[in-house]
């Protein structure tokens, strides 16, 4: 349950970033045309638009996308998106793959774990100590404050933040989908041939439409329960 | 030496089968931390700085404009449009196939979803009309790679990011190679139909030639957007693919009606998604060439090539194979992102142009997904062929053959993708 929600979660906060940032440097590029142009002839209407500063719009377009990148990175081991060359280890027999597939994962935990360490210390040194101090109401004395973002005058620890929090998040993706490919043998498969709306033209025949999955392809590690497929003589069948 | 333990263990890391981004950032972080006196906290740093720049968010943007418009409706217009204006030659529906996949490839931006979505559609119809299932296969799974070539291309954009190049100018480079090439296939595949007397659609009349036009007329401005948007001086290359991705929701949901208000939060979660994963391989790309510079090692290796009075010609050859065997095994963004900061630095001592040798990469990027071990659009061609791996790399190899010539064509003729560019003023 409590894992349900924080999947949705994550889903709605990167879907979130994504549509909102677009958002902005639109309106900020429209803006732009119409406060600075002559496009509308009306003074008033160009006063009006004037009044709205939105030179800040690419600062947090950045930040915005960088939050989307770090925690849509932890989506994506969820997803299965993030691919290796597995070209060599998909050649070797189940047990043997397996292994490697473990020792991947945690190597991707143990590599977000650190990250989200370094950055967590860096974000504490660069300004978190001193928030975090002050909130309690206690003198932080000669800690440093910590820089702010040229535009926004956001504190730069906030920004930076995301680092330590979507590495950790990372992490404990990594280390999940490790768990569950113990634990069934499963794991998350990423479809980038995915296309909608040609569904219709040609209707799924049972036990085909996710052919694509079960392919010997090189490209994703595969379940493991399901007999290997020998591509060598061509037929790409799958059997 | 340490660029041999480097190399060495970024392979290693890389075989196990761990994501490109993981083994690249392990890479970094063992040999900072038991090979040199960095501190490796300034590592947590780069992580965060390495995708802080406003260029490389045209690539979510991008992604996001190509999301909205990857669906089959737009890919069934494409291809009306496409066989109303060639379909009456020669090999008439395979040439309506290239052409199909050229535009959808170039709107969508991706190569694997156009094999897909122009496949599916296009070859039940090519069958039925009489053309054999290897033919339709070899047409669409080459024609999808175009995608990478024609502007708007989020690996020209990767390339502009990890070379400092002109986003403007590589789309504007890429315009002529990218019809050359489509013209090869479309070449290719018309001597073959030539040959061996495949059918030919009726002509249209220029009415339905019209209509077909004015329906796929609203995808395809995109590209007009971006390339207009950007030749003129309107928009940054990035707040270009973000009015393209305003400009493809609209398109989608009130003009084509493909997708419903309902479809949007997916399409942004799929986004979302792709974006983040290439995020994170530039991050950690960030990282590795960060340690790249700081062992010195573009320098040296450009020095020790033109010690060893490796030419240009040589040199250009070299970077072919390079490269075709890296398609052998990775996608092309994480080629672009590890080897374009090796190899730039050679090319610019050597006099070649950086947009040129951006191209160039790009097109060996498109060879690469053609062409077996892994090749992206094999698989998936494969998937909807219902043709094994080998079955359609034969079934390939008359346009893997024509690619591998424009890759030559490209590769020693600079003028081809710079001639335009130039002429507009973008380079000098």
Redesign the interface.
């Known amino acids: 349950m409590l894992m349900r929600i924080l999947d949705r979660l994550e889903e709605i906060f990167i879907s979130f970033l994504m549509g909102a940032a677009t958002l902005i440097t639109f309106v900020a590029v429209v803006h732009r045309y119409l406060a600075s142009s002559n496009l509308i002839p009306i003074t008033s209407v160009q006063d009006w638009l004037l009044q709205f500063d939105l030179s800040w719009a690419q600062e947090l377009t950045i930040i915005m996308f960088v939050w989307m990148a770090k925690f849509g990175a932890a989506y994506g081991v969820r997803t299965g998106i993030h691919v290796g060359v597995d070209v060599l280890i998909n050649r070797l027999e189940d047990k043997k793959r397996a292994v490697f597939i473990i020792f991947g994962l945690l190597a991707g935990a143990f590599f977000t774990g650190i990250v989200g360490t370094l950055g967590a210390a860096f974000v504490w040194e660069n300004g978190a100590h001193y928030a975090w101090l002050q909130w309690l109401g206690q003198d932080p004395g000669d800690i440093p404050e910590g820089p702010t973002t040229p535009d926004m005058e956001m504190p730069t620890w906030i920004v930076y933040s995301a680092v330590p929090l979507g590495s950790y998040l990372m992490c404990f993706r990594f280390l999940q989908v490790a768990w569950n490919f113990l634990r069934s043998g499963e794991l998350p498969h990423h479809d980038h041939g995915h296309v909608a709306g040609i569904e219709e033209e040609a209707p799924p025949v049972a036990g085909e439409e996710d052919r694509i999955y079960r392919m010997e392809d090189d490209l994703h590690p595969h379940k493991l329960r399901e007999p290997p497929f020998d591509d060598a003589d061509g037929k790409g069948e799958g059997k | 030496m340490s660029t041999a333990i480097i190399f060495g263990l970024l392979l290693a890391?890389?075989?196990?089968?761990?994501?490109?981004?993981?083994?690249l950032?392990?890479t970094v972080?063992t040999f900072l931390y038991t090979m040199t006196q960095v501190p490796?906290?300034s590592?947590?740093?780069k992580?965060?700085t390495g995708?802080?720049?406003?260029e490389i968010?045209a690539i979510?943007?991008f992604i996001?404009a190509g999301n909205f418009l990857?669906?089959?409706?737009?890919?069934?217009r494409m291809i009306k449009f496409a066989s109303s204006m060639v379909g009456h030659w020669h090999g008439g529906l395979g040439l309506a196939g290239v052409l199909a996949c050229a535009l959808f490839a170039a709107v969508s931006g991706?190569s694997?979803?156009t094999?897909?979505?122009i496949g599916?559609?296009l070859l039940?119809a090519m069958v039925k009309a009489g053309f054999p299932k290897r033919f339709g296969a070899g047409v669409i799974t080459t024609s999808g790679a175009l995608g990478i070539l024609i502007p708007p291309s989020i690996v020209m954009v990767m390339y502009s990011v990890s070379t400092n190049t002109s986003v403007g100018a590589l789309f504007m480079a890429g315009v002529i190679p990218g019809l050359v090439m489509a013209g090869m296939l479309g070449l290719t595949t018309w001597y073959r139909a030539y040959k061996f007397k495949y059918p030919r659609q009726p002509r249209v009349s220029f009415a339905e030639r019209f209509q077909a036009f004015r329906d796929s007329m609203w995808g395809l401005f995109l590209i007009v957007i971006v390339m207009g948007g950007i030749y003129a001086g309107?928009?940054t290359p990035?707040?270009a693919a973000?009015?393209s991705?305003?400009y493809a929701f609209v398109i989608a949901v009130f003009v084509y009606r493909?997708?419903g208000l309902k479809?949007?939060?997916r399409v942004?979660?799929n986004?979302?998604?792709?974006?983040?994963?290439l995020?994170?391989i530039i991050?950690n790309a960030v990282l590795f060439s960060f340690l790249m510079t700081h062992e010195n090692i573009p320098q040296e290796m450009a020095d020790w090539m033109l010690g060893e009075g490796l030419g240009m010609v040589a040199f250009l050859l070299v970077v072919n194979v390079l490269l075709l065997l890296a398609g052998?095994?990775?996608?092309p963004s994480s080629i672009i992102l590890i080897m374009a900061p090796i190899l730039f630095p050679v090319a610019t001592n050597l006099g070649i142009d950086p947009v040129h040798f951006g191209v160039l990469i790009v097109v060996n990027m498109e060879v690469g997904m053609c062409h077996p071990?892994?090749g992206?659009n094999l698989?998936?061609a494969?998937?909807?062929t219902?043709?094994?791996?080998?079955?359609?790399t034969v079934a390939v190899w008359p346009w893997l053959l024509a690619m591998l010539a424009f890759l030559m064509l490209v590769t020693y003729w600079p003028t081809l993708s710079l001639w335009l560019p130039r002429t507009l003023g973008m380079i000098s």
């Open positions: 890391l890389m075989l196990t089968g761990m994501p490109i981004s993981i083994s950032g392990l972080l490796v906290e590592v947590a740093l992580l965060f995708i802080e720049k406003f968010m979510p943007f996001l990857t669906h089959g409706g737009v890919a069934r991706s694997p979803a094999v897909v979505a599916s559609i039940p309107l928009f990035t707040e973000a009015m991705a305003v493909d997708l479809d949007v939060p942004l979660l986004s979302a998604n792709m974006s983040a994963m995020l994170y991050t052998n095994f990775m996608e071990p892994v992206l698989y998936v494969s998937g909807i219902k043709m094994g791996i080998t079955e359609l």
